[in-house]
């Protein structure tokens, strides 16, 4: 070909190219949004506060589907739980990763833990690890120990009910500590239930969104512009120390012989190797597996918001109460036996959860891949939310979203189960779910039937209204609430006095 030719077909050809990529460009619909400014987009009008609530406004006038974007970050709000199902159970090699954080990835290298992991061969292994551990099977094996621990929860709040948001605190690391490499808690300030609790706020601040600038403007990681160097290196440490600690200590009473049946333990011994390549490999997926679990934590939201809701609804509280003295009777307390003869106290704690969501925005998801959904383009590297709080508004019918009415889950048209989105969905689905809710369901029964829960009283003894706050993170948990935790009857202080003193030791 002649070199004139090529003059004419090159540029020809650019322009062709250019013009391809242009229409294509602009033929692509993003979904709908609140109005956007030439640049910036629309990221500015995301709310610093309780963003679930603009959120749930937002899906009235925008629909099920609503896009934020702003210069090299898109959000997607997905409004409804037909609309989370189709994408994250049925494209989940579109949407199965975690957004990527600068600080919590690249600094503190949280990101094996699996809730931040990437949707990789690692997250894969532990996920298949944590299916041993946390089945209904292997949960029922842990029943004696929830319903000790609930015994214990009992005999605090029978002893100081004052301190009921520290018992219950308590009696959550309990669980998680006991169940995965059975340490015995006395009391909160033990060093692994501070550790712990530490690790949660690491990550809690390093996963919000623009809680460090080195989030927003990467360039900012680099050493030499490191002057929170000292806050980055400290919180490392508290998390390094969360998950050796724990883990030396199984790891050493295995060597010596002296290890209880814990899931650390049983992973520990019995290696499930073949898609390990070294024991190296596979010691480290368990520790960051069991590490992971400090995400039990936000159980304590569930608990308390489920006592707020007993002070605040007396009548609901008294229905609760007399099907736990009709179904199990008042010489004893209520066993995990008894899920699933207590219908009323079930609605009662589901009516929590659907109230007050603990996680109102679940643990966003980016997309791996661009992707179109109904006609609307969804672009690779999306962060995309769930929105359980506007999820659990849907579908009141007669009985308003508003109000705490668990009767609605009795109803021969019952809404949704509220177990089926509050834990999320797909692959990334809590594993955690059912250890979840057996041990909210046997605090809140051993509750019911021991105590009365009701508000602080007036100088004139007319009890004080709530005005609820709930807080804003991650989880939200209500905030600084009083009530009064008083003993039904004399016959129920002693069943708790001495259903605690049975207990094994080896919870303390
Ligand atoms: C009421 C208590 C709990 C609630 C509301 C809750 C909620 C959630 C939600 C919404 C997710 C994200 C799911 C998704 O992306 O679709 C999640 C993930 C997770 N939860 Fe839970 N959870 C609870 C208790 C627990 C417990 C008891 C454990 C462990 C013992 C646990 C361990 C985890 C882990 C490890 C993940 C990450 C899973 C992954 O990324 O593959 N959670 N949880």
Known sequence: MANSDLSIILPLLGVACWLMLRTKRFNRIYPPGPPSWPLIGNLFRL???????????WKETYGRLVYLHGPGVSILLL???????????????????????????????????MPLRMHDHGWKLQRKLSRTAMSLDAVKKYHPLLEDIAALLGESLREDPDAFEHHTRLAVSRVILAVTYRIPVATSDNEHVVLAEEAMKVISKATNPGAYLA??????????????????????????????????????????GSALPSLAKKLLVHEDDKEFVDRHEYEDTVKWLTGSLYLALQVNAVVLTTLLAMAMNPDKQARAQEEIDTVVGTHRVPTLGDKGSLPYVEAFIKEATRWQPPVPLSLGRQTSRDDVWEGYFIPAGTIVFPNIWAISRDGG???????????????????LDPNSYTFGSGRRICPGNILAEHSVFIFVASILAAFDVSPETDDNGN????????????????????CKIQLRSAERGVQVRDRAAAVASYIT
Do not use: C
């Open 215 to 256: 989030d927003l403007f990467p360039i900012l990681k680099q050493p030499h512009a490191l002057w929170f160097r000292n806050e980055i290196q400290r919180d490392k440490r508290i998390v390094q120390d969360s998950l050796n600690k724990p883990f030396d200590h199984v790891k050493k009473a295995i060597a010596e």
């Open 397 to 415: 019918g007669k009985y308003p979203a508003k109000e705490f009415l668990p009767e609605r889950f009795l109803d021969s048209d019952p809404p």
């Open 79 to 113: 409004n409804d739980v037909e609309l989370v199902a189709e994408l994250f159970e049925k494209r989940p090699g579109i949407y199965s990763d975690r957004p990527r954080f600068t600080v919590a990835g690249d600094l503190l290298e949280l990101d094996k833990l």
């Open 47 to 57: 709310p610093a506060k309780h963003p679930w609530l603009r959120f749930t406004e």
């Open 463 to 482: 009890p004080i209204a709530y005005n609820p706050q709930f807080s804003s993170g991650l989880i939200s948990f209500p905030e600084d609430f009083k």
